[in-house]
């Protein structure tokens, strides 16, 4: 089946410091992978959406300057939050379409506190 | 602005009931509509999809009934169990191909009581 990892599950940084993510995904290739930031409140946001060979694009409200993304192949993508401060809370997650499939499957997302 | 709307916030149901999950949606251009479940500490678990171009769809316990005139659906969970409860989260996109973006409703909490 379809599975989709992240981690670091959890992670504590410091304000002002940067922390980078991973996404894996296991029994499909993931030609697209969406980042999305879900708050305390539950809602989600869509940060940037990334496919393989095409250019990462970003939503409004989020830069490739403060969240660098990388999607080298068909199982992996990772995702920076540069200089990271309180409003950059929140669990982040990945969404990972495969092939010619349209269904998103998430990973468990990756908790980022910031002190 | 929200494009994915879902009503109530919250539901309570007795175990064996039906819970019913609305969701409304702005985009007529929105032919994709999964419904994800989501349980504390974990991420959304992809439950039961449907596309516009249907107006039910099954799988086991779990129904979508579709309205694409009215621009609105619903989750049915039929027999509730404890097990389900969890926030429920429907999401809409326009299939243009893979990786197209999802938006999200913001969810529903579903507590079942046995």
């Known amino acids: 089946g379809a599975l989709v990892y992240q981690y670091p599950r959890r992670t504590i940084c410091k304000s002002g410091t940067s922390m980078r993510m991973e996404c894996q995904a296991v029994g499909f290739q993931a030609t697209s992978v969406a980042w999305y930031r879900q708050s305390p409140q539950k809602t989600f946001e869509l940060i940037a959406l990334?496919?393989?060979?095409?250019?990462?694009?970003?939503e409004q409200n989020f830069t490739q300057e403060k969240f660098p993304i990388s999607h080298p192949n068909l199982s992996f993508s990772s995702m920076t939050v540069l200089n990271a401060y309180l409003e950059d809370r929140g669990l982040y997650l990945c969404?990972?379409?495969?092939?010619?499939?349209?269904?998103?499957?998430f990973g468990p997302g990756t908790r980022l506190t910031v002190l | 602005q929200q494009q994915v709307r879902q009503s109530p916030q919250s539901l309570t149901v007795w175990e064996g009931e039906t819970a019913i999950l609305n969701c409304s949606y702005e985009?007529?251009?929105?032919?994709?509509f999964p419904w994800y479940q989501q349980f504390p500490g974990e991420g959304p678990a992809l439950l039961i999809s449907i596309l516009s171009v249907s107006n039910k769809k099954e799988d086991g316990r779990f129904t979508i009934f579709f309205n694409k005139r009215e621009k609105k659906l619903s989750l049915h969970i039929a027999d509730s169990q404890p097990g389900d409860s969890a926030t429920y989260f429907c999401a809409a996109s326009e299939q243009q191909g893979t990786g197209s973006k999802l938006s999200f409703g913001k969810g529903a909490k579903l507590t079942v009581s046995p």
């Open positions: 985009n007529s251009a929105f032919d994709y």
């Open positions: 969404g990972a379409y495969g092939g010619d499939r349209y269904e998103q499957y």
């Open positions: 990334s496919t393989v060979n095409s250019a990462i694009k970003y």
